[in-house]
Structures are given as structure tokens and as C-alpha cells.
């Protein structure tokens, strides 16, 4: 769960009405829309991530993550896959922004079930074939975190949620606030399909702005990245750049 959100506004202040047309009014004046991610993207989409996230965000850029046909055409297919993710166009159909993640029910054993063979196949596989990227730092930090959506779900009696796993704004296009026209169109989509919250990571202190100032926040555990060490007093994240701090949070929908 890796989220890297850009400028905010203030929308605890505001009804919902209000939001909607400050939401309306801002793309209409980038000349912007939001669509759901479908598989013929596939390659623009992971373009964009390669350019725009994957060697900046604090997660991956410490993983020392590198391009490789396991992640562009295994990994994140399987993720759009589930319809559950969107992306900001311009007016020439370019990618602007993405918001990718899941909805996730409780009673869903066999994703459930997945998600853990999955995980191990991802860092033992990587192992095997001595690749570069560090894919045990990703579920270090998120035993060190306490993230996990399936408890989550079970300690708070929630039946549906949606997990936020990759929130990216195009580097040209950051500070005219695409991140809050996602988080609020995609949270819209998610509530009326029946979702409860949103749960993420959130690992900038862009992201950790926006979703106070959305309201109905919930944190559930926060450490600063200098406190994140191993075994052996080791940084587990230390390309974490200018952010200082990683938090679990949940946000009402």
C-alpha cells in the first residue's frame, strides 16, 4: 500500500454539495475526467507508475524496486483486473493521476487465502532469482505497522471496505489538486457500491494533509521513519525523502 497524494483542500468545512461542485468546477477547468482503469491501459499505466512513483514513493524507492515483467504484466494486472481502480485524463487522453486498490469483503476466505500465498511467492520468488528488489522490506514494514486489511475488517465489524493501495499525480500535474479529485470521485463510487471505509498506508505527508482535511479519519498507528529499524537498528525505509512520518488510517465513507 504505497500512496503519494498532492495539495489539499479544506473539505471538513464544506457540505457535500459544496464538495461536489468544488470537485465539478476544478476539472472542468483542467479539462479533466475520471475513468475507471480497464486492461487495455495496461502499458501506459505502468509508464506512468515507472515515471511518476515507483523510484520516489518511500516504500518502493527503498525496496530498490526495478522494472521487470513480473511486476508490469503479473502483479499489477491482476490488480486492475478487479475494476476497482481509476485514473485522471487530460483532454488528450493522457494519465494525470491513478488511484488503484480493491473493494474487500470480509467474508472473502479465498482472497483472503491468496493474499498470503501470494505474498510469500512474491518474496521467495525473488529470492530464488536474486532479484534487485527487496520485496521483504514491503511486508516487514506491514508487520511492523500492524496492516492488515482482514483484521482490520474483523476488529471493526466492517462486512466491505476498499483498500488504497497507489494513489500517483503526474509530476507536471502536482499542486493543482488531481490527488483530491480522485480521493473524492473514487470514494464517492466505492461508498455507493457498498464500502464502508478506505483503509491504506499512508507513507507522505502529502497524503496524511489531504486525509485529515477530508474528515472522518481514523489513525490507527503511526511511526516515524527514522523509528522504522530492523533487527539491527537498521532503516528499513531510508529513501523516505522530505516525508517524516508512515500511518495506518481508515477514513468513513
Keep these: 500500500m504505497f500512496i503519494v497524494l498532492w495539495l489539499f483542500l479544506d473539505y471538513t468545512k464544506m457540505t457535500e454539495q ?10 472542468e477547468t483542467l479539462g479533466l475526467t475520471v475513468q475507471k482503469i480497464t486492461m487495455d491501459m495496461m502499458d501506459k499505466l505502468m509508464d ?9 514513493e518511500p516504500v518502493t524507492a527503498s525496496m530498490n524496486i526495478q522494472r521487470s515483467w513480473f511486476i508490469d504484466k ?19 487522453g493522457e494519465i ?3 488511484r488503484l486498490g480493491r473493494q474487500m469483503n470480509v467474508n472473502d476466505t479465498f482472497s483472503k487465502y491468496m493474499d498470503i500465498i501470494g505474498n510469500n511467492m512474491v518474496i521467495y520468488g525473488s529470492k ?15 508487520k511492523i505497522m500492524n496492516y492488515d486489511a482482514w483484521n482490520f475488517m474483523e476488529e471493526k465489524n466492517h462486512q466491505k471496505i476498499c483498500e488504497i493501495m497507489i494513489l500517483c499525480v503526474d509530476k507536471s500535474y ?25 483503509y491504506a498506508l499512508y507513507t507522505s505527508k502529502y497524503s496524511a494533509a489531504i486525509s485529515q482535511n477530508l474528515g ?28 517524516t512520518a508512515i500511518e495506518v488510517r481508515s477514513t468513513k465513507l
Design 174 to 198: 502536482r499542486g493543482k489538486g488531481i490527488g483530491e479529485i480522485l480521493m473524492h470521485d473514487v470514494n464517492k463510487i466505492m461508498k455507493s457500491s457498498g464500502c464502508e471505509c478506505t
Design 74 to 92: 503479473l502483479w499489477f494486472p491482476s490488480l486492475i483486473k478487479l475494476g476497482d481502480s481509476y485514473a485522471t485524463m487530460n483532454s488528450n
Design 216 to 243: 472522518n479519519v481514523e489513525v490507527l498507528k503511526s511511526m516515524k521513519y527514522e523509528e522504522l529499524v530492523d533487527r539491527d537498528g537498521n532503516l528499513i525505509l531510508p529513501k523516505h525523502g522530505e516525508h
Design 48 to 56: 506512468f507508475l515507472w515515471e511518476h512513483f515507483m523510484n520516489q
Design 18 to 27: 459544496e464538495q461536489d461542485e468544488k470537485i465539478l468546477q476544478r476539472k
Design 128 to 142: 530464488l532469482t536474486r532479484s534487485t528488489t527487496d520485496f521483504s522490506k514491503y511486508d516487514l514494514v506491514n
Design 96 to 98: 494525470v493521476g491513478v
